[in-house]
């Protein structure tokens, strides 16, 4: 049990280190240590507290607030479902009805061999895709109860993940002028520019 303390003491000294040590580090911190644990262990939090110099029920504050922190334990593998308005039309609720199936545990569990947790969030931000099901910050959209178990074993053949970019980077037009070559790179002029 000693020994126990002593590690969780020495990695989250090594994150606080890492990160500075100010009181304004403390989201970063406990971000840090949660990919440290894979949740956020009362004993990490009490050092947290005491490092950045912060009163307790500030740290728990923090990190009950932010629905991205478990107190729980969690497993390797983070399964999340969407349930906002453009995906439960579309049939979220089945989706997660077969990852209960699929994982045997219920939204906001962990399974026994600590290999899956599976939660729900009211939104993704990606709601032309939904329902969508993220497996370790891979989003996969246009889920259906037919695609979980694939995409849960790593066998999705139907489509391939996709890698969300922001909405702001993706181009509204093509480009009128002809790609010009720059070595083996083509690269795509707007008008007007040399």
Known sequence: MAQEVESIQRKVDAV???????RDSLIS?????????????EGALRRVASRLRLPLIQVFGVATFFRAFSLRPRGKHLVTVCLGTACHVRGAQKVVEE?????GVKAGETTSDM????????CLGACALGPILVLDSVYHG??????????????????PPLRMKHPAVQPTRKLSVPRKEYGKTKVNRRPGTP
Do not use: C, H, I, W
């Open 142 to 159: 246009q889920m259906n109860p037919g695609k979980v178990k694939e995409v849960l074993t790593g066998s999705l053949a139907v489509a």
């Open 99 to 103: 990852a209960e199936r699929q994982l």
């Open 16 to 22: 606080v280190d890492r990160n500075g040590g100010g």
């Open 29 to 41: 911190v406990l971000q840090d240590v949660q990919s440290e644990f894979r949740y956020l262990p």
């Open 115 to 122: 290999k899956y947790t599976l939660e729900t969030v009211n």
